[in-house]
């Protein structure tokens, strides 16, 4: 049973963590951080990249370095067909970066959307990067057609649009100023490589960051124009 103490988390990478920043776990430790086990369980979601064996693998050498319980959920090869069950016994989910068309495409098909929306619910801290970003959002900014930035429909766990990759991806600027003046994708939050925007329950309450230059950014659509503004994270690298 859900009750009024439940805290809804969603931290949501625009890139960085165990697979881009392997030599700075920073981002990944403050996720581990915000449970206050002394073991956590973090389970992997790697749907999006089609469940990389690569990935999975840097994810367990990342994690099993520090006090966690890692794990893993693949619907490519599923070890259970009770995916609730297993999901509801984690601390920590936390999705890879990939094609988020396919991911949001699968896991409506496994129903996994309803059973990760629960986990929310119930106070399981949701994470991810790119992909694992963008998912939570109404609308995202994806490359997942080769050779365009397009709009996509996620999963809307949070209000607003979201944009990974901001200032890794030369593309990604521009496509998102004009698809926003254009009023194309709703107004929401651009985030550079090695920053995360933590919200609680669908409000942002904090910035982070795992170097001292990236940034995050609130864009609106004003009158036919965007409207950007700077939101300055916390550099982890401080505490």
Known sequence: MITNSVTKQIIAMGGGGFSMEPENPLLDRYILGLCKKKRPKICFIPTASGDSDKYIVKFYSAFVQVLCQPSHLSLFNPFTSDFRSFVLEQDIIYVGGGNTKN???????????????????????????????????????????????????????????????????????????????????????????????HFVGEQLEKVVSSRPQPKAYCLERVDKTVKETILEPIYLGNN
């Open 103 to 197: 991911l949001i495409a699968l896991w409506k098909e496994w129903g996994l959307d309803h059973v990760l929306r629960e986990a929310w619910e119930s106070g399981v801290i949701l994470s991810g990067l790119s992909a694992g970003s963008i998912c939570w959002f109404e609308e995202g900014l994806t490359d997942s057609i080769p050779g365009n930035m397009t709009v996509l429909q996620c999963l809307g766990f949070l209000k607003g649009s979201n944009c990974p990759h901001y200032d890794g991806e030369p593309r990604r600027k521009p496509a998102y100023h004009q698809l926003l003046s254009e009023g194309l994708i709703s107004s929401g939050y651009a985030v550079d490589d090695g920053v995360a925007l």
